[in-house]
């Protein structure tokens, strides 16, 4: 069993920053990867970007340049700073993490960019 936490979110104007962590616990192997993921309202749940144990990431288009994965693997932590936020980053953002074939998810902490 894996738990994932995710905290960080809220509130920001349009072009502000925010940072989102999720720390992980339970039974977690050496090679793993994790992610962050958004859902926003009527749409289905988005990649947004990987980033392996081994500190290989991945993004996707609408992030790159914009948003910076990391993580702590001491500390079994991940962490997504976001610059330059747009009105349509709002959503709910949920951390995952990926082992020999299965995904756990935290709970989503939601992200609202607004004036």
């Known amino acids: 069993q894996v738990q994932l936490v995710e905290s960080g979110g809220g509130l920001v104007q349009p072009g502000g920053s925010l940072r989102l962590s999720c720390a992980a616990s339970g039974s977690i192997f050496s090679s793993n990867a994790m992610g962050w993921y958004r859902q926003a309202p009527g749409k289905q749940r988005a990649l947004l970007a990987t980033i392996t144990s081994g500190g290989i990431t991945n993004y996707a288009d609408s992030v790159k340049g914009r948003f910076t994965i990391s993580r702590d693997n001491d500390k079994n932590t991940v962490y997504l700073q976001m610059n330059s936020l747009k009105p349509e980053d709002t959503a709910v953002y949920y951390c995952?993490?990926?082992?020999?074939?299965?995904?756990?998810w935290g709970q989503g902490t939601q992200v609202t960019v607004s004036s």
């Open positions: 995952s993490l990926q082992q020999y074939g299965s995904i756990s």
